[in-house]
């Protein structure tokens, strides 16, 4: 249902963009988001936009990262930059439903020297 992709090796300042395609219309999730894992962390939430396009932002990333969707390609984005070694994690995109919910398989982002 959902596919992550776009995570790779960066310099810490440097930017990425992760992308969360959506087998059918995007439009179907009332909310979608970004989460991360850290190793020997727990999941947390990075950032999430509405179905009409409200945001949240964790206080870790926000004013550096920016979320956004595009409908008619039923693709969630998640623009990453001023990369810090802390924002390194394997990077998962849900989107919720009423009834169920859809994880996408990680992308692992690594911010190193």
């Known amino acids: 249902q959902l596919q992550a992709s776009g995570g790779g090796l960066v310099q810490p300042g440097g930017s990425l963009r992760l992308s969360c395609a959506a087998s059918g219309s995007i439009f179907t999730f009332y909310r979608l988001g970004w989460y991360r894992q850290a190793p020997g962390k727990q999941r947390e939430l990075v950032a999430s936009i509405a179905r009409f396009g409200d945001t949240y932002y964790a206080d870790s990333v926000a004013g550096r990262f920016t979320i956004s969707k595009d409908n008619a390609k039923n693709t969630m984005y998640l623009q990453m930059n001023s990369l810090k070694p802390e924002d390194t994690a394997v990077y998962y995109c849900?989107?919720?439903?009423?009834?169920?919910?859809?994880w996408g398989q990680g992308t692992l982002v690594t911010v190193s020297s």
């Open positions: 849900k989107g919720a439903q009423p009834d169920t919910e859809y």
